[in-house]
């Protein structure tokens, strides 16, 4: 048995279908089980990071765990989201984990990167027993979901950093990695590799706007956000002075992210999916 966490996520839900379609007994956990869409055959079970009875529950029985959390840097102490999933992946025994970090997981010497230090080391720790696999993605092309209220109301976006270009990679080329991962052969090679993932395109937000457009067939314009007003708007959302400053320096003093880089394309054999090719299969999620 296979434990998804963050199962009917980006990442999570691509990850269980694919399983799922191989044949692997899947197990997906959500917070809301009840109301969670999931392929036939796939067990979905309650679990909350923030109640460990429910973790003990939700992996009981299972070899192998997808761990990811949405648990925002500097909301708490620590990653205590990462650290509580990996220490109910241990007492249940699991003998194989794929974590779903960030790129540069660790790097540096920032809040983000201690905070991702901290949360890789829950399961890459030599005392676990267990085979890990890591997988330090940059941007998704997924958050580019972001703009489809706007859009569905009107032909213009107001987005942050639309100059700033990044290799957005999507979740169902990772999901795949994952999978891999997961489910090894005899020389189980994923086995403590940490890899570091990309989309085979650097775009900036304005030019994914431009590829959507085509798509929908649609006359899209962007509104820059300025840094201040981006900067104001993640304070107002909750994260601390000392991660604000952090994400404006990675961002604006670092081009790390926007380059291709050549690990998925050896690991799947194939290139990775282009934006046009994610924004053709999403087209829906912009039109109601």
Same mark, same amino acid.
Do not use: C
């Given at each position: 048995?296979?434990?998804?966490?963050?199962?009917?996520?980006?990442?999570? $839900?691509?990850?269980?279908?694919?399983?799922?379609?191989? $044949?692997?007994?899947?197990?997906?956990?959500?917070?809301? +089980?009840?109301?969670?869409?999931?392929?036939?055959?796939?067990?979905?079970?309650?679990?909350?990071?923030?109640?460990?009875?429910?973790?003990?529950?939700?992996?009981?029985?299972?070899?192998?765990?997808?761990?990811?959390?949405?648990?925002?840097?500097?909301?708490?102490?620590?990653?205590?989201?990462? *650290?509580?999933?990996?220490?109910?992946?241990?007492?249940?025994?699991?003998?194989?984990?794929?974590?779903?970090?960030?790129?540069?997981?660790?790097?540096?010497?920032?809040?983000?990167?201690?905070?991702?230090?901290?949360?890789?080391?829950?399961?890459?720790?030599?005392?676990?027993?267990?085979?890990?696999?890591?997988?330090?993605?940059?941007?998704?092309?997924?958050?580019?979901?972001?703009?489809?209220?706007?859009?569905?109301?009107?032909?213009?976006?107001?987005? +942050?950093?639309?100059?700033?270009?990044?290799?957005?990679?999507?979740?169902?080329?990772?999901?795949?990695?994952?999978?891999?991962?997961?489910?090894?052969?005899?020389?189980?090679?994923?086995?403590?590799?940490?890899?570091? *993932?990309?989309?085979?395109?650097?775009?900036?937000?304005?030019?994914? *706007?431009?590829?959507?457009?085509?798509?929908?067939?649609?006359?899209?314009?962007?509104?820059?956000?300025?840094?201040?007003?981006?900067?104001?708007?993640?304070?107002?959302?909750?994260?601390?002075?000392?991660?604000?400053?952090?994400?404006?320096?990675?961002?604006?003093?670092?081009?790390?992210?926007?380059?291709?880089?050549?690990? *998925?394309?050896?690991?799947?054999?194939?290139?990775?999916?282009?934006?046009?090719?994610?924004?053709?299969?999403?087209?829906?999620?912009?039109?109601?």
């Amino acid at each position: 048995m296979i434990l998804v966490t963050g199962a009917t996520g980006h990442v999570g $839900g691509e990850l269980v279908r694919r399983l799922t379609a191989a $044949g692997h007994p899947v197990r997906a956990m959500t917070r809301r +089980p009840a109301v969670a869409r999931l392929s036939a055959g796939v067990e979905a079970v309650y679990g909350d990071a923030d109640d460990p009875a429910s973790l003990d529950a939700a992996f009981a029985g299972a070899s192998g765990a997808f761990l990811m959390s949405a648990q925002g840097v500097g909301t708490a102490p620590g990653p205590t989201h990462d *650290l509580a999933l990996a220490e109910a992946a241990a007492r249940a025994g699991v003998r194989r984990v794929v974590k779903l970090s960030v790129l540069d997981a660790g790097a540096g010497s920032d809040v983000i990167a201690r905070w991702h230090a901290e949360a890789e080391a829950a399961v890459t720790d030599p005392s676990r027993d267990w085979a890990w696999t890591l997988l330090r993605p940059g941007r998704f092309m997924s958050n580019a979901l972001q703009w489809a209220g706007q859009l569905r109301a009107g032909d213009e976006v107001t987005v +942050p950093f639309a100059d700033r270009p990044a290799a957005s990679i999507d979740p169902a080329d990772l999901a795949e990695v994952a999978a891999l991962a997961l489910t090894p052969n005899e020389s189980d090679e994923h086995a403590a590799a940490a890899y570091e *993932l990309s989309g085979p395109q650097s775009l900036t937000p304005t030019q994914e *706007l431009s590829i959507l457009a085509d798509v929908l067939d649609r006359d899209l314009h962007i509104r820059p956000l300025p840094d201040e007003a981006a900067r104001a708007g993640m304070s107002a959302y909750g994260f601390p002075p000392e991660v604000v400053d952090a994400i404006m320096q990675r961002t604006r003093e670092s081009d790390r992210g926007a380059e291709v880089l050549p690990t *998925l394309e050896k690991l799947l054999g194939r290139p990775a999916r282009t934006f046009a090719e994610w924004a053709r299969a999403h087209a829906g999620a912009f039109s109601g």
